[in-house]
């Protein structure tokens, strides 16, 4: 079973341009939810996907949008970064039981994002 | 006020010592629970896992939910340097992963001293 995985490891870009992360699923989930995680802090919800639709969104602007394709893996895109985007991106997959019950998010290692 | 506080520490101790990190929450409608563990520069992991209130014990670990409170517990036994690590709490209204988004805590940085 492989865990989740996320690339690149490490981005630097400047003030507004725009980034696209990468997230793989753990094998067999097919929900993903992508945080963001400032230096210091807790991680934040940005939006989660479900089926390919988004399925929630934390309160973050539209300028974050993200995709999930027929194989659950996801993208997170950034347009017109501004400082205050660098931060640690985390991607959690899931499986999501529909009757309901617990089910947990499992994280992938991050990206760490730096504009400058 | 926020939703979840956690005292961010640090919080140093020697080796051998029990640990308790705890966080306070204001929302009524979270029914999970969630501790995670994250070493510098990595993602967090999954320690532990509670519904609803109670006890839960897993190894070293033990979680404890107290919902009439609105406080939440992680207790670490017999601490060891590998330990060492910030501990995140979580918590969710739903089924913590695709039927909620989760809410963190700041995390409390932990340093176990050999």
């Known amino acids: 079973e492989t865990g989740v995985t996320q690339s690149p490891t490490h981005l630097i870009k400047t003030r507004g341009q725009q980034v696209t992360l990468r997230c793989s699923s753990q094998?067999?989930?097919?929900?993903v939810s992508w945080y963001q995680q400032a230096l210091g802090q807790g991680p934040q919800f940005i939006f989660q996907?479900?089926?390919?639709?988004?399925?929630g969104r934390g309160n973050f602007p539209p300028r974050f949008s993200g995709l999930q394709f027929p194989n659950y893996s996801s993208e997170l895109n950034v347009n017109a970064l501004e400082l205050d985007d660098s931060a640690l991106y985390l991607c959690?997959?899931?499986?999501?039981?529909?009757?309901?019950?617990?089910?947990?998010?499992?994280f992938g290692p991050g990206t760490r994002l730096t504009v400058l | 006020q926020k939703e979840v506080e956690q005292d961010p520490g640090p919080l140093s101790v020697p080796e051998g010592a029990i640990v308790s990190l705890n966080c306070t929450y204001s929302?009524?409608?979270?029914?999970?629970f969630m501790w995670y563990r994250q070493y510098s520069r990595k993602g967090p992991e999954l320690l532990m896992y509670?519904?609803?209130?109670g006890n839960k014990e897993d190894g070293r670990f033990t979680a404890q939910v107290d919902k009439s409170s609105k406080y939440i517990s992680l207790f670490i036994r017999d601490s060891q340097p590998s330990d060492s690590a910030t501990y995140l709490c979580?918590?969710?209204?739903?089924?913590?992963?695709?039927?909620?988004?989760?809410?963190f805590g700041k995390g409390t940085k932990l340093s176990v001293k050999p």
């Open positions: 094998s067999g989930h097919n929900t």
């Open positions: 979580a918590m969710s209204g739903r089924g913590g992963g695709s039927q909620g988004n989760l809410i």
């Open positions: 509670t519904y609803s209130s």
């Open positions: 959690a997959s899931s499986l999501a039981k529909l009757a309901g019950g617990s089910d947990t998010q499992y």
């Open positions: 996907y479900y089926r390919e639709e988004e399925n």
């Open positions: 929302n009524s409608a979270f029914q999970y």
